[in-house]
């Protein structure tokens, strides 16, 4: 059986984790976007390359991301890593990342910073002009 990977639900878990509302990539993806539009994508099990860019540069990841994320996946590789000890005290942790998770985790809280200062940008622009 052959598992297909629904890029619209990888869309919204990326979404969430960076903690953006649909109302805010609707305004990153211009102004025919809303909320309500924005939902309808994240149903679609497949989206237009196109689309898929725009997505990806609105969200500050690779397209590729959403196109390859496989939950299922991720959760056999986070559970195969967890094997049962011998004395039965619960769980042995089993994983040797090749890149440094702090590291990653920076990343990500520098890319969140950055976008929170862009939207101040826009915000103090948007009074200025008033």
Request: a negative charge; charged letters at 30%.
């Amino acid at each position: 059986m052959e598992h297909t990977i629904h890029e619209g639900r990888n869309v919204k878990r990326f979404r969430e984790m960076l903690n953006i509302k649909q109302e805010s990539l609707a305004r990153e993806l211009g102004e025919d976007w809303n909320q309500k539009k924005v939902s309808l994508l994240e149903q679609k099990e497949k989206i237009d390359a196109p689309l898929l860019r725009q997505i990806s540069d609105a969200l500050k990841i690779p397209a590729e991301a959403i196109q390859n994320f496989d939950e299922e996946l991720a959760v056999n590789i986070i559970s195969n890593n967890f094997t049962a000890n011998d004395n039965g005290t619960g769980f042995a942790y089993n994983y040797h990342p090749t890149f440094n998770p702090l590291d990653k985790m920076v990343e990500l809280y520098e890319r969140m910073l950055q976008q929170q200062k862009d939207l101040i940008e826009k915000l103090e622009k948007l009074i200025e002009a008033k």
